[in-house]
């Protein structure tokens, strides 16, 4: 489904790009909503957190917005665009490691408190799974971290990831099949594997 | 069994990215090798469990993208030439539109002997005012003596007239006291009966003056009299009662050194008798 979507999305973009090359301000407006969610949660899947990864989009297509008119293929917008918000992903992570900033209360957090009033307990149970799975993917190691995540979420060709990544196919799948192993140590360790095991 | 090929081998296969000659091979593998079947399941259950993660929908923010556009002829490829040529061009329209309104305006710069001076009207004005002083300069101060001169000689005639008519009823008045001296005439008699009725007059005031101050003189040392006889009547009584007070004081005093003397000698006789016994 999140093939088809993409698909879609791509077939829109390209007639969008080029109106926002030469400066339609309209249809470049167009093209943030076709892919503001896919670069929301590409970089949500990296964060595990909702104010980073708003802010991490919005950087994203601010600067594409500045360099759109310098992009030379529009079938590569793609990668390029995943680029720029791997980029920001990447700053913005050295940024949160050298300031030690720690996330108390994000939106996140208050939305699951709020789940927490009120809700089937299934619900609950399923939100917490779902937090501990990204909160396994976060601590993954980066390089493994960011082909899981086009890969299985963004749905990206090998040669999609190694065109954004510039790296050989071999070594995005390599990275990919080391980031499974490693997902699954942490799974076998967590709170989930015993759950899903009972 | 880890090689790369494997591995690569095995996404292909898990992530559907193998031709279908491929995936038979693989798949023939896969029957036949069972840590190959392991490791493909439990890579399969960690896909299950990533599946987990479903997509949040994420409202766009409301933003207005537009960027600053310049003319035509502004826009150069190069960043840098951009940077330099944009300040040059504004400082050049600057200065054509200031041109253009100091042209309109009839802006003008001179320095003279007053110093710089900029202006908005036409600078020639000044220079004629400053002959036309320089030319007439004579003419005006002997006009304007000439109207001072005027002036006073108004103010001159005005005075003589002024004075001349104070002088002429000065005159007048003169003429008339002298006229009405000479018609008056007072005897001694009358003076001497005018001298004595004001010396009784004085008298009778000063008699009146003086037996009223006697009066009042005495009704206020009378008055003082009787008060300060109620204040020493009121003093004594006060000092009488202190002294009687006290009196009475130093009665019981005496009375209770009696007593006291009384008892100590008791005690002593009574003191000395035990002791005898």
Same mark, same amino acid.
């Given at each position: 489904m999140a093939e088809v979507l993409e698909n879609i999305a791509i077939y829109h973009s390209k007639s969008l790009i080029e109106k926002s090359k030469k400066g339609d301000e309209h249809a470049y407006g167009k093209l943030v909503g076709l892919w503001y969610k896919r670069i929301y949660n590409f970089s949500l899947k990296y964060f595990a957190d909702h104010d980073l990864a708003m802010e991490v989009t919005q950087l994203t297509f601010i600067i594409v917005y500045k360099k759109i008119d310098s992009l030379q293929d529009v079938d590569s917008f793609k990668y390029w665009l995943y680029k720029i918000a791997l980029n920001h992903c990447r700053e913005e992570e050295r940024r949160q490691k050298r300031t030690s900033?720690?996330?108390? /209360?994000t939106s996140e957090d208050a939305g699951r408190v709020e789940s927490k009033?009120?809700?089937p307990e299934v619900e609950y149970q399923k939100r917490e799974n779902e937090e501990l799975v990204a909160e396994i993917l976060r601590t993954l190691p980066e390089e493994q971290k960011t082909v899981v995540i086009m890969k299985e /979420?963004?749905?990206?060709k090998f040669r999609e990831i190694s065109e954004t990544l510039r790296i050989s196919e071999n070594t995005a799948k390599s990275r990919l099949y080391y980031g499974l192993k490693a997902l699954k140590k942490l799974m076998e360790k967590s709170e989930l594997h015993n759950e899903i095991d009972s | 069994m880890e090689t790369q090929d494997f591995k690569i081998e095995l996404m292909d296969y898990i992530y559907g990215e193998m031709s279908s000659e491929r995936r038979k091979e693989f798949e023939q593998k896969l029957s036949e090798d069972e840590d190959l079947r392991k490791e493909f399941e439990a890579l399969k259950s960690v896909r299950q469990e990533l599946n987990i993660l479903k997509d949040k929908e994420v409202m766009e923010p409301f933003s207005t993208w537009r960027k600053p556009r310049s003319p035509y002829w502004f826009r150069v490829r190069s960043n840098r030439k951009m940077v330099v040529f944009r300040p040059v061009t504004a400082v050049a329209a600057s200065l054509v539109i200031l041109l253009i309104l100091g042209y309109i305006m009839n802006f003008s710069i001179s320095l003279n002997d007053q110093g710089l001076s900029l202006g908005?009207?036409?600078?020639v004005q000044t220079n004629e005012e400053r002959l036309l002083v320089e030319e007439d300069v004579k003419k005006l101060v002997q006009d304007a003596l000439l109207d001072n001169n005027k002036m006073l000689l108004t103010k001159l005639t005005k005075a003589e007239n002024f004075y001349n008519d104070k002088f002429i009823a000065m005159e007048t008045t003169l003429s008339n006291a002298i006229i009405t001296q000479e018609k008056s005439v007072v005897t001694n008699e009358d003076l001497q009966r005018f001298f004595a009725d004001a010396e009784n007059k004085n008298t009778k005031m000063m008699r009146d003056y003086l037996r009223f101050s006697t009066d009042k003189q005495q009704e206020y040392f009378k008055t003082m009299l009787t008060q300060f006889n109620e204040f020493m009547q009121d003093q004594r009584s006060k000092d009488l009662t202190i002294i009687r007070n006290s009196l009475i004081e130093l009665k019981q005093n005496q009375h209770m050194q009696k007593q006291e003397t009384d008892n100590v000698l008791a005690s002593l006789i009574s003191t000395v008798n035990q002791n005898k016994n």
């Amino acid at each position: 489904m999140a093939e088809v979507l993409e698909n879609i999305a791509i077939y829109h973009s390209k007639s969008l790009i080029e109106k926002s090359k030469k400066g339609d301000e309209h249809a470049y407006g167009k093209l943030v909503g076709l892919w503001y969610k896919r670069i929301y949660n590409f970089s949500l899947k990296y964060f595990a957190d909702h104010d980073l990864a708003m802010e991490v989009t919005q950087l994203t297509f601010i600067i594409v917005y500045k360099k759109i008119d310098s992009l030379q293929d529009v079938d590569s917008f793609k990668y390029w665009l995943y680029k720029i918000a791997l980029n920001h992903c990447r700053e913005e992570e050295r940024r949160q490691k050298r300031t030690s900033w720690y996330s108390i /209360f994000t939106s996140e957090d208050a939305g699951r408190v709020e789940s927490k009033i009120g809700q089937p307990e299934v619900e609950y149970q399923k939100r917490e799974n779902e937090e501990l799975v990204a909160e396994i993917l976060r601590t993954l190691p980066e390089e493994q971290k960011t082909v899981v995540i086009m890969k299985e /979420f963004e749905g990206m060709k090998f040669r999609e990831i190694s065109e954004t990544l510039r790296i050989s196919e071999n070594t995005a799948k390599s990275r990919l099949y080391y980031g499974l192993k490693a997902l699954k140590k942490l799974m076998e360790k967590s709170e989930l594997h015993n759950e899903i095991d009972s | 069994m880890e090689t790369q090929d494997f591995k690569i081998e095995l996404m292909d296969y898990i992530y559907g990215e193998m031709s279908s000659e491929r995936r038979k091979e693989f798949e023939q593998k896969l029957s036949e090798d069972e840590d190959l079947r392991k490791e493909f399941e439990a890579l399969k259950s960690v896909r299950q469990e990533l599946n987990i993660l479903k997509d949040k929908e994420v409202m766009e923010p409301f933003s207005t993208w537009r960027k600053p556009r310049s003319p035509y002829w502004f826009r150069v490829r190069s960043n840098r030439k951009m940077v330099v040529f944009r300040p040059v061009t504004a400082v050049a329209a600057s200065l054509v539109i200031l041109l253009i309104l100091g042209y309109i305006m009839n802006f003008s710069i001179s320095l003279n002997d007053q110093g710089l001076s900029l202006g908005f009207s036409n600078q020639v004005q000044t220079n004629e005012e400053r002959l036309l002083v320089e030319e007439d300069v004579k003419k005006l101060v002997q006009d304007a003596l000439l109207d001072n001169n005027k002036m006073l000689l108004t103010k001159l005639t005005k005075a003589e007239n002024f004075y001349n008519d104070k002088f002429i009823a000065m005159e007048t008045t003169l003429s008339n006291a002298i006229i009405t001296q000479e018609k008056s005439v007072v005897t001694n008699e009358d003076l001497q009966r005018f001298f004595a009725d004001a010396e009784n007059k004085n008298t009778k005031m000063m008699r009146d003056y003086l037996r009223f101050s006697t009066d009042k003189q005495q009704e206020y040392f009378k008055t003082m009299l009787t008060q300060f006889n109620e204040f020493m009547q009121d003093q004594r009584s006060k000092d009488l009662t202190i002294i009687r007070n006290s009196l009475i004081e130093l009665k019981q005093n005496q009375h209770m050194q009696k007593q006291e003397t009384d008892n100590v000698l008791a005690s002593l006789i009574s003191t000395v008798n035990q002791n005898k016994n």
